[in-house]
RNA sequence: GUCCUCGUAGUUCAACGGAUAGAACAGGAGCCUUCUAAGCUUCGGAUGUAGGUUCGAUUCCUACCGAGGAUACCA
């Protein structure tokens, strides 16, 4: 329809059809597609609005000489000041698109491709449990995956765990001291919180130690390079310790990612991975690629690229944090061969990766253009930012088990007489719904203050106004009982909302593309908000099953059924799950 | 110091360089004998400052002010 309306601009004047560029108007009464005619004006020096009005003679002029009136797919043609405004025919869009979608069903808006796509997220630390931070990145990758595959591509998630180094030391030597050998099991904690309350008491002990000892506050530090250098050396006492915490840690992200449904393909793990990269490191060397300090550590010189030098590996030849990256991506490209790897990682790496991918490049891997890093801005605290060492974070488990516990009430509200598998399972989703879109909804380049008690609330911009649109549909369409009819007259969808509606059914493809190639599943969220916010005033001003007309109800059951196919279709981007009824 | 983000209603967020800057929450006023009130209707209220580019700037450029981040042989 587009490329209908730029061909018709372009036989009528001297513009090439890649050099036109069709806006939206602001308002529907001001039509569907509108060219700006300031470009055109000051080639032809004339005013914009001359112009607008010349070219719609002209092409209503050309159409008249050949005894025909306008093409079928356009509806009229007016100026409004210098904007020419093109209306469709409106009968003809509500018949294609309600088809096609009704055609396709939950394929509606699908595409084909075949680009392999690797996907890294969250990247977790093994000292501690997943907080909003790690949510936020998880619910990136997860959706932005589901939005991918969608267009067509392969894309297989990946993750990186931070398993060993020194904040890993930290918790280990808090749990020797404090410990007593007791475990998750014993005290009854999700394991990963286990250990990150050792992780916690490590820093309140070094706290308390440079405040009682300001002079030499070192000890517990000497303890901690002490465990680092064991474990480097295989220490067996310490290497049992640290694979026993480990497991803890993991077994716990295992259950969060469950909890949101999150699939991670293939893991790697960094103390698999850092012997490695000091060995590519090495070879660069030899290869000239890389330089030796006087010090002894080998560096990389960006300096003519405004990054500085920056170390690949200490003096004693122990590796640095990028130093297993660089393995880390040799490897994943081995195992998948990809024509893509997006780092999901926050905006305060921008700089590493900058590095990361400079070093790729001189050392000529052949994936080296094919990594991107998915800068993604941090979560804040109305009181300030989030930090782990001091336990005032937001932790992922505890936002979802309060969330699930709100919507179990307002669930027990309306339904006093449901079994508890049946109000859990509603709960569940409905507080996924609830969290996932409070923080897809923000632009992920974008930091934003995090509102706990918005978080969870049901009302307004949430998911749960989408989800209760969703059901809403399916309510009325369980009431109709019978299988829907695909012939309507389209002709009945007649009032400003039915032709909204059908606009913003057309617009879901475009939206699709848009959040794939710019990575904003932000702009799927504002458009299911906008398609739960029109239903819900269709809803309130046209009855659907309560028509007394029988032609009009088929038609408006249709479009509500299409309504609810590109819904639900939506929300599973997102990686919401549908309920039923609520 | 240098580099990178970001400054929009009381608050949290939107707005391919375009037409009257959108929502939601909070506040005021209404709507449940009619398809689920987790809803609908309605009323107020905003582009940090100073320049520049442009027919047109919230959007691009410069300076300043303010917030955050990076600049680690931490991860």
């Known amino acids: 329809m587009k490329d209908k309306i730029k061909e018709l601009i372009s036989q009528n004047?001297?513009?090439?059809?890649?050099?036109?560029?069709?806006?939206?108007?602001?308002?529907?009464?001001m039509g569907d597609y509108a060219l700006a005619c300031f470009d055109l004006a000051k080639k032809e020096k004339k005013?914009?609005?001359?112009?607008?009005?010349?070219l719609k003679e002209k092409i209503i002029e050309n159409f008249n000489q050949n005894k025909e009136k306008l093409p079928k797919f356009l509806e009229k043609i007016e100026t409004y000041g210098p904007y020419l405004n093109f209306f469709v025919n409106k009968l003809k869009i509500a018949e294609s698109i309600i088809k096609e979608i009704q055609k396709n069903q939950q394929n509606y808006g699908k595409l084909n491709d075949s680009e392999i796509i690797l996907v890294e997220s969250p990247g977790p630390n093994t000292n501690k449990p997943l907080h909003l931070g790690h949510l936020r990145n998880i619910l990136l990758g997860q959706s932005i995956s589901n939005i991918l595959r969608f267009i067509g591509k392969d894309v297989h998630i990946v993750n990186v765990v931070n398993d060993r180094g020194v904040h890993i030391c930290k918790s280990m030597l808090a749990y020797q001291k404090f410990g007593n050998s007791t475990s998750p099991e014993e005290v009854g904690k999700k394991s990963d919180h286990f250990v990150g309350d050792y992780y916690v008491r490590y820093n309140q002990e070094a706290k308390k130690q440079s405040a009682e000892n300001p002079d030499k506050g070192e000890k517990l530090e000497e303890e901690i390079h002490d465990l680092l250098i064991k474990w480097e050396n295989s220490d067996p006492q310490v290497i049992k310790l640290w694979k026993k915490m480990n497991n803890w840690a993991l077994k716990g992200f295992k259950e969060t990612y469950r909890k949101l449904n999150f699939k991670i393909e293939k893991e790697y793990l960094e103390s698999d991975t850092y012997q490695g990269g000091k060995d590519l490191i090495l070879a660069g060397l030899e290869e000239g690629i890389f330089q030796?300090?006087?010090?002894?550590?080998?560096?990389?010189?960006?300096?003519?690229?405004?990054?500085?030098?920056k170390?690949?590996?200490?003096?004693?030849?122990t590796s640095v944090y990028i130093t297993q990256d660089i393995n880390m991506a040799h490897l994943r490209y081995e195992d998948f061969k990809f024509d893509k790897m997006i780092y999901v990682v926050g905006n305060e790496q921008q700089y590493h990766f900058k590095v990361l991918f400079e070093v790729f490049k001189a050392l000529n891997f052949n994936f080296a253009n094919k990594c991107y890093h998915f800068s993604y801005g941090m979560i804040e605290l109305p009181e300030g930012k989030m930090k782990s060492r001091e336990g005032n974070v937001i932790d992922t488990d505890n936002?979802?088990?309060?969330?699930?516990?709100?919507?179990?009430?307002?669930?027990?509200?309306?339904?006093?007489?449901?079994?508890?598998?049946e109000i859990n399972d509603r709960a569940n989703k409905i507080a996924m719904a609830a969290i996932k879109f409070s923080i897809l909804k923000h632009d992920p380049l974008k930091n934003f203050i995090f509102d706990l008690k918005k978080s969870l609330e049901f009302e307004g911009d949430t998911g749960p106004y989408v989800l209760y649109s969703y059901v809403r549909i399916k309510s009325i369409l369980k009431k109709y009982d019978q299988k829907l009819d695909k012939k309507i007259n389209f002709s009945l969808l007649n009032t400003e909302l039915d032709q909204k509606i059908i606009k913003l059914l057309k617009n879901y493809k475009g939206i699709i593309k848009s959040a794939a190639k710019n990575y904003k599943p932000s702009l799927i969220v504002s458009y299911l908000l906008e398609l739960s916010s029109s239903f819900s005033k269709y809803y309130a001003q046209n009855p659907i099953l309560n028509s007394d007309n029988e032609e009009i109800k088929k038609a408006r059951l249709l479009l509500i059924d299409s309504i609810?196919?590109?819904?639900?279709?939506?929300?599973?981007?997102?990686?919401?799950?549908t309920v039923e009824q609520m």
């Not at 936002?399 to 598998?421: H, Q, S, V």
């Not at 609810?564 to 799950?577: A, C, D, P, T």
Request: proline share 5%; glycine share 4%; aromatic share 2%.
């Open 13 to 29: 004047t001297k513009l090439d059809i890649k050099d036109i560029k069709l806006e939206i108007p602001p308002q529907s009464e």
């Open 47 to 54: 005013s914009p609005v001359d112009i607008a009005k010349e």
């Open 292 to 309: 030796k300090n006087k010090d002894g550590s080998i560096i990389i010189d960006l300096e003519d690229k405004k990054l500085d030098k």
């Open 311 to 317: 170390v690949l590996l200490r003096p004693d030849g």
């Open 399 to 421: 936002l979802i088990e309060e969330a699930t516990e709100l919507a179990k009430l307002e669930t027990k509200k309306r339904y006093d007489n449901l079994n508890a598998d």
């Open 564 to 577: 609810s196919l590109v819904l639900k279709s939506g929300l599973n981007l997102l990686g919401i799950e």
